[in-house]
């Protein structure tokens, strides 16, 4: 199994739909992360979690929320989508204990909003 | 706030030719410092990584990027690529006191021809 698993791997939506992507890992990170990525724009932070009870806006939070269900888990919720939200979403956890090394990203959930 | 530029959006090469993907950081405090290659329809992978050190940094595949603070860049290089080295290449910087997350250029495209 991944470290970092993502679900849905491909999910079209409908606008105005509420959608949640989730993330689950096995690497015992405190620290967990959702980025989305565009073409040309880079991969952008939205959200990060240092642990259950410490959640953190990101660059482009708006329009996203999330939840960290245990240590392990951390889901993304678009609660009304938008077309612009089309993009292709990474979790990753770290660990802080190796400096900012220790990164490992899930395989990535493509998201269109139609 | 910190940033990343990456240079080049777009670097078309010959086969077997040297190639440099330029990237320049904003940061008044110590960074680490990364570059990540995404391989067409695929995740992140990290392909080398500045913690400490020796500012010369290697990667298994033929690749390296040297740290430079007094011009605050972390160019990567290869002195002859291959075909298979096509793919979009980010850099990325982070800090300890921003949670550990990541902050990723816009990209690079390089595409190796015959």
């Known amino acids: 199994d991944a470290d970092v698993t993502q679900t849905p791997r491909n999910r079209i939506t409908k606008t105005g739909k509420r959608i949640m992507l989730e993330c689950s890992q096995t690497k015992g990170h405190d620290r967990m992360y959702w980025y989305r990525q565009d073409p040309g724009l880079g991969l952008r932070l939205i959200y990060y979690?240092?642990?259950?009870?410490?959640?953190n806006k990101g660059e482009i939070s708006d329009g996203y929320s999330v939840s960290r269900q245990a240590q392990a888990k951390f889901s993304l919720s678009l609660e009304s989508a938008i077309p612009n939200q089309t993009a292709l979403y990474f979790c990753?956890?770290?660990?802080?204990?190796?400096?900012?090394?220790?990164?490992?990203f899930g395989s990535g959930t493509r998201l269109t909003v139609v | 706030a910190q940033s990343v530029t990456q240079l080049d959006s777009q670097v078309p090469v010959f086969e077997e030719a040297p190639v440099e993907l330029r990237c320049n950081y904003s940061s008044s405090v110590s960074v680490y410092l990364f570059w990540y290659v995404q391989y067409p329809n695929q995740g992140l992978q990290l392909l080398l990584k500045?913690?400490?050190?020796?500012?010369l940094v290697k990667s298994i595949n033929g690749f390296e990027a040297e740290f430079n603070k007094s011009q605050t860049s972390f160019h990567l290089r290869k002195p002859s690529v291959h075909i298979s080295d096509t793919a979009e290449y980010f850099c990325a910087v982070c800090r300890a006191n921003s949670g550990y997350a990541l902050n990723f250029g816009k990209g690079t495209s390089l595409l190796v021809t015959p």
């Open positions: 990753a956890t770290s660990d802080p204990g190796t400096g900012g090394n220790g990164y490992t």
């Open positions: 500045y913690l400490s050190g020796s500012t």
């Open positions: 979690s240092f642990d259950v009870k410490d959640i």
